[in-house]
């Protein structure tokens, strides 16, 4: 944590899930001890790389900085990326959100749907072609 406590861009931080972060393991789905997690707060990955502080510190000085995203790291994204972040920064908060609900449900509930039929027809063509 030493290493990067000066850092403008990279947070290295040790929270302690059976004291006061509960909550926070709990939103970052922390099933066991030690986890490592990286990447944007809204968007955490679980690291699988080594332990050794060498390995640590080589993933952290490759991995860790700006990442695309609105504001001042727009320059970071590629075109299509860009354009649908400026496209959605001219929308409201809440009219985001709308879509943000939709394609959840489009992903948690169509989806599923969609695949089953797709078996069904497929297992159909594949009777009609015999």
């Known amino acids: 944590m030493d290493a990067f406590k000066d850092s403008p861009t990279a947070l290295v ?26 990447g944007d707060p809204d968007d955490m990955k679980d690291y699988q790389g080594g332990r050794s502080y060498a390995d640590l510190k080589k993933f952290a000085e490759e991995n860790l900085g700006p990442t695309c995203g609105p504001g001042e790291n727009l320059g970071l994204c590629d075109a299509a990326t860009k354009a649908k972040i400026e496209a959605y920064t001219k929308m409201s908060a809440d009219k985001l959100d709308g ?7 489009d992903f948690e509930v169509e989806m599923p749907i969609m695949k089953k039929v797709v078996g069904y027809l497929k297992a159909k063509e594949g009777k009609t072609d015999l």
């Open 99 to 105: 879509k943000i609900r939709k394609a959840a449900k």
């Open 13 to 38: 931080a040790d929270v302690d899930c059976t004291a006061g972060g509960e909550a926070l393991c709990t939103k970052f789905e922390v099933q066991g001890y030690p986890s490592i997690k990286y």
